[in-house]
């Protein structure tokens, strides 16, 4: 497995591989690797003849008072990991490497990043984008492999990947979770035990969502209602969001019909934790 | 020559280009050819085995009350003028080929964009920088020519280009004007013969400035003054700014040194035209 660091090497291997005629798979990270990363790298190997992945804490994508200094680096136990499932190349640049002085640029993606976590986290999703829409180019990726963990991340990647023509297939992987239920994330390292335990809420709090739906409830603010009570009732948790909203636009709904994400972040201590699940009425004839 | 209107044609045109190994020199156009475009052409012709230039009168760079619906368009003169000098594809896309529907994805440059021409056209530099990306995008060209007269907006891209990795080489070509000095502008088809006159107070007016730095003024409040008073001497023109700016990063500068872009914007009736002029200190050491 090779590892590169600098944009001009990146560009030139991946131009090799391109006049190789070998299709590449993609998977951004941001490293601290879990199951849910080694998800897409696994399906990613499966589906193309080369395999590159990058780690790259980026700073843009965090806001004032979150967590960049503090965000889980590891490389040693990334590139093992990595190894593992058969990554070719991890791209590990530096900061300066990918914004020199001067740099300027940045993507906006209207309306699908306003809601849910954008409304939290204002520049986020420009982050996201622009690392994002950089990466694609440097990579040049035939595939590009996301988690449905960060599921508005995703749909608003695909959205920028058709709008600017970048390239890419964009595939989204189910969330992948503990025993317990708890969607796996790099940010669950920071938990103490009970922080740990507390965390269930969120996926309790979606499980219920589900019963819900089950028994035929259609009205998104009984649902969440529900989810938001069943969250009180853990004192070490406070709700950041409770969203129900249509899976494709992201589009508040009451009378939930079709495919609707239910999508939560929810503050355990100083840790902001995201899950959700999609649900799609069995009765609906929306494809 | 081929005419080409959808994008999935020419993303096929183009991979099919790169894979004969084949160069591809990119003019980007608005139509309503004149011999600015057509030094662009014949540049990019010169310098690489195919040439491909779009025709797209982009809405997205127009404000509210611009010209968007009156801009010159005249498909069957561009095409004979294009085809006089060698261009192989002309890429004229109807605006819901590039804005279907659901599109969201915007492009912004921070710092470049904020002085001259981004301060009387908000949005107008977004509008830009997000057509050129998803043309770079769809055609993929080694080599992109813009002209100098949209000086600020040569740089912006240029800027865009390095920092979102596009991949072509920008090259900016110089202003082709008039027999009399009138820069050339598509625009220029909106003046009538009195304001046609009256638009000369542009070039006139670099031309002092141009005079005042050969005779060694070096403040630039001085020489916007007096090209201020040569424009109100002309009750056919309003100033919209006059600027003596750093030619690198288009910051104000009192005392000027190394190189400058002197630019300005001048009403003449309800036509918006612009100019400018690079200068170089002679006893300057930056390069």
């Known amino acids: 497995m090779e590892i590169i660091a600098r944009i001009s090497r990146m560009q030139a291997r991946s131009q090799q591989l391109k006049?190789?005629?070998?299709?590449?798979?993609?998977?951004?990270?941001?490293?601290?690797?879990?199951?849910?990363?080694?998800?897409?790298?696994?399906?990613?190997?499966a589906e193309n003849d080369s395999l590159i992945s990058?780690?790259?804490?980026?700073?843009?994508?965090?806001?004032?008072g979150e967590d960049y200094k503090t965000y889980p680096r590891n490389m040693d136990q990334d590139r093992k990991l990595a190894a593992g499932v058969g990554v070719d190349i991890i791209f590990a640049p530096s900061v300066t490497e990918m914004y020199?002085?001067?740099?300027?640029?940045?993507?906006?993606?209207?309306?699908?990043?306003?809601?849910?976590?954008?409304?939290?986290?204002?520049?986020?999703?420009?982050?996201?984008?622009?690392v994002v829409t950089k990466l694609f180019n440097i990579v040049r990726p035939d595939r590009a492999y996301f988690g449905q963990k960060d599921y508005q991340q995703a749909i608003v990647i695909k959205r920028m990947t058709a709008d600017l023509h970048l390239g890419p297939e964009i595939i989204i992987m189910p969330i992948i979770r503990e025993p317990d239920g708890l969607a796996m994330s790099s940010r669950n390292r920071y938990l103490s035990?009970?922080?740990?335990?507390?965390?269930?809420?969120?996926s309790h709090s979606l499980k219920k969502a589900e019963e819900m739906l089950g028994r035929g409830e259609r009205d998104g603010?009984?649902?969440?209602?529900?989810?938001?009570?069943?969250?009180?009732?853990?004192?070490?948790?406070?709700?950041?969001?409770?969203?129900?909203?249509?899976?494709?636009?992201l589009t508040e709904s009451t009378e939930i019909k079709g495919q609707v994400l239910i999508a939560l972040a929810v503050r355990i201590g100083r840790t902001r934790l995201i899950d959700n699940i999609l649900w799609k009425d069995p009765n609906s004839t929306k494809i």
Chains 1, 2 share one sequence.
């Open 54 to 64: 990058s780690i790259f804490v980026n700073p843009t994508q965090f806001g004032p």
């Open 193 to 202: 035990k009970e922080q740990r335990q507390a965390a269930l809420v969120l």
């Open 100 to 130: 020199p002085e001067g740099y300027a640029t940045y993507i906006e993606v209207d309306g699908l990043t306003e809601g849910l976590c954008g409304r939290a986290r204002p520049g986020h999703f420009r982050g996201v984008t622009t």
């Open 221 to 249: 603010e009984i649902i969440k209602d529900q989810m938001a009570q069943l969250i009180q009732q853990e004192p070490l948790a406070e709700t950041d969001y409770i969203s129900v909203v249509d899976s494709d636009d």
């Open 19 to 45: 006049r190789e005629g070998k299709s590449i798979g993609f998977v951004p990270t941001m490293g601290a690797l879990h199951e849910g990363h080694l998800s897409l790298m696994r399906r990613a190997r």
